[in-house]
């Protein structure tokens, strides 16, 4: 059995990213510019420590048990490596439960680097972290643009996942509203039922359909392309506050969505202006119900995914 060389050290940068997109359930994700770095150590020693910054310091664990720690150690002996001890220093940008792909990064930040660590000759490259990564998180939504950035539409087929990069157009400004409260995407989809009628699904094909032309085209038919019916609508009792904003929002105007499984609420603005807008009327919204605080972001559209650097 091959042993993980100690004395190495490599940093990974994993953008956020926001799923569904509306309509797009489980196949459309979008990565944003938000990003959580992660410095990794191999140490002679068989000891396992998690120093955490940011979001979820308090909270995560720092030892084995950790999910970075855990997934590159689980990497590691699936291919049969036998493991050298880690210092791990996670500095997390990517808010928890708030439904902008933090598992998904984890995940895609620990197989990258536990790829980086292992014998050249047994790293399996870009296309199997992709496809490790689905499989560990269960769904490639939020994985694919993680691992490749930008605007990724994402599929399985015979128990293999792929995926397709599509164009965004250039004016679309994402403006996210970040609630204080988390929602956990396993309750989220335990909202939802377990069959919808034909019709629905025919009216949220459409919709979808409608949505990639909006985004790659014409920007002016994103309030249009973002209805959905298969998810949102069930999930609002879980998140009042994001489905009271998301209406307002949409009322007005603006294509707002609940990103991921939420509670986050996702705009695409067609344009700088549109978005400035947004959040005009974002924070006018929040000032009305000071029961729950938001940050209100345009963090961009991240176009590199996941890298790593070897030091």
Known sequence: MKK?????????????????????????????????????????????????????????????????????LERWAELSLEASGLLIRATNLIPHGRGMGSSAAAIVSA????????????????????????????????????????????WEERGVFRTAPAPIHADIVPVIAIPEIELSTHEARGLLPSAVP????????????????????????????????????????????SAALIAALRAAGFPAVVSGAGPTVLVLAPDAAAAAAAQVLISAHVAADPSVSWRVLMPGVDNAGVRVEVH
């Not at 060389?5 to 990213?17: F, H, L």
């Not at 790293?123 to 993680?146: L, Y």
Request: glycine fraction near 8%.
């Open 4 to 72: 993980i060389a100690a004395g190495q050290r490599i940093s990974v940068r994993v953008p956020a990213t926001t799923a569904n997109l509306g309509p797009g359930y489980d196949c459309l994700g979008l990565a944003l510019g938000i990003a959580d770095t992660l410095e990794v150590e191999t140490t002679a020693d068989a000891a396992v420590t998690v120093r955490v910054t940011g979001e979820g310091a308090a909270t995560l664990p720092t030892d084995a048990s950790h999910l970075i720690a855990r997934t590159i």
């Open 111 to 154: 197989l990258m680097a536990a790829d980086a660590l292992a014998p050249e000759e047994l790293r399996c490259g870009t296309e199997g972290i992709f496809q490790a990564s689905a499989r560990w998180e269960g769904h490639p939504d939020n994985v694919a643009p993680a691992v490749y950035g930008g605007l990724t539409i994402s």
């Open 198 to 241: 034909h019709a629905v699904a025919a009216a949220n094909g459409a919709r979808a359909a409608l949505l990639m032309h909006a985004l790659a085209n014409d920007p002016a038919l994103l309030l249009d392309g973002t209805v959905d019916y298969l998810h949102q609508d069930f999930r609002a009792p879980a998140m009042a506050q």
